[in-house]
């Protein structure tokens, strides 16, 4: 669920995956139906996407470079070895923090990045269980704020209570409670 992006006409479900796929959908959905409501969201953060649809499918596929490789982009010009994918950024730290990075085989920056990477496998990529219930709350508020039984479900949703949850969202349009639903299977192990 990483990279993949949803669409939804209303309550109904459009299309799911990759953004460039559920851009291109949803730009021809709109062609035949320019009064439709179609909001993208990215299924890793449960955020809404903005896109701009006007001109060709060259031209909108163009735009997504801002979404696939907008860091990639800003960082190719700064300092760092952008030819190997090393950035450079300012971090702040403590002195203490400081003192035992100069204390490290490797230098500083070798061991911050051992220690990112140790932190990465320890999660396996996985969300935090705040992470993913954030993920929930942003899609459930734009498409299910208004329907019966929300309030409760987000209750239920932070507390993990996965019956209530599903007794509470029981009523909520198909689409909309099976993408709720995919989106917090990681909460309520669901998988």
């Avoid at 903005?50 to 990639?72: A, Q, W």
Wanted: net charge positive; charged share 30%; proline share 3%.
């Amino acid at each position: 669920m990483e990279n993949t992006y949803t669409a939804f006409e209303g309550s109904k479900l459009l299309v799911r995956g990759p953004l460039d796929k559920v851009v291109l959908k949803s730009k021809h959905r709109l062609e035949k139906s320019p009064e439709a409501s179609i909001l993208i969201f990215s299924d890793s953060t449960g955020r809404t996407i903005d896109f701009n649809f006007h001109g060709s499918e060259d031209d909108v596929l163009k735009r997504l470079e801002i979404y696939v490789s907008g860091e990639e982009a800003k960082s190719a010009n700064g300092p760092g070895r952008p030819k190997l994918g090393v950035v450079s950024r300012e971090v702040s730290l403590l002195p203490r923090h400081w003192e035992w990075l100069a204390n490290q085989t490797g230098g500083a920056s070798a061991t911050l990045r051992k220690l990112i990477e140790s932190e990465q496998k320890k999660s396996a990529g996985g969300l935090s269980l705040k992470q993913a219930q954030e993920r929930v709350y942003k899609f459930m508020s734009v498409l299910a704020g208004d329907l019966e039984g929300y309030e409760e479900a987000l209750r239920a949703l932070y507390r993990k209570d996965v019956d209530s949850f599903q007794t509470h969202i029981k009523s909520w349009p198909r689409d909309v409670k099976t993408h709720t639903l995919t989106l917090a299977a990681s909460i309520f192990d669901l998988s």
